[in-house]
């Protein structure tokens, strides 16, 4: 194994490993290339969207946001899945409605999945959520949850509102497999 050692403008940079000649290097890029052709919507992160999140949605706190994104104003990535775990009564409910409040400021609508029959619109409306732009859908399994998730992204797609959605499902655990 071979140290080898990179200078930047202000400490030394140490990468381990054996120094690999450019021909090496070019079957490395080869067998990746070989792994791409897989399936059809793989590719190099270089020139992929799926590495690039061109929004996110403010958590309503600064910290928080800092913590999840590395910015103070950024928060969750928007276009991804996001979960929040922890012991009830933890703020998980609060935390999602204040991120619904947020994402309805830069234009979402919600679409909030309901397992606990718990959701107060008054709680809702104190955190300033427009309650009049959430549906709430019941559901009461994984299977019900799946078919209502994809009943509701085909009726989106087949509708081509310029609406964006907020797709929220609160509380994984009560509901059964």
Same mark, same amino acid.
């Given at each position: 194994m071979t140290k080898h050692n990179t200078w930047t403008e202000d400490f030394p940079v140490t990468a381990l490993g054996p120094k690999e000649p450019k021909e090496k290097k070019s079957m490395a890029m080869d067998f990746l290339k070989e792994i791409k052709k897989i399936n059809d919507m793989a590719d190099f992160i270089d020139d992929? !969207?799926?590495g690039n999140i061109p929004e996110y949605i403010s958590t309503g706190s600064? &910290?928080?946001n800092g913590i999840l994104s590395g910015d103070l104003f950024k928060g969750i990535p928007a276009g991804r899945v996001t979960g929040f775990m922890g012991k009830s009564g933890t703020? =998980?409910?609060f935390l999602t409605a204040r991120i619904c409040k947020e994402a309805q400021l830069i234009g979402y609508d919600i679409v909030w999945f309901e !397992? +606990?029959?718990a959701t107060d619109k008054f709680f809702l409306q104190r955190l300033g959520v427009d309650t009049s732009r959430v549906i709430i859908i019941p559901v009461y399994s994984v +299977? +019900?949850?799946r078919n209502q998730t994809v009943k509701v992204i085909e009726?989106? #797609?087949k &509708? =081509? #509102?310029d609406s964006?959605?907020?797709l929220l499902k609160d509380t994984f655990i009560i509901i059964s497999s």
């Open positions: 992929s !969207t799926m600064l &910290a928080l703020g =998980k409910s !397992t +606990e029959n +299977e +019900e949850f009726l989106f #797609e &509708a =081509k #509102e964006i959605l907020f």
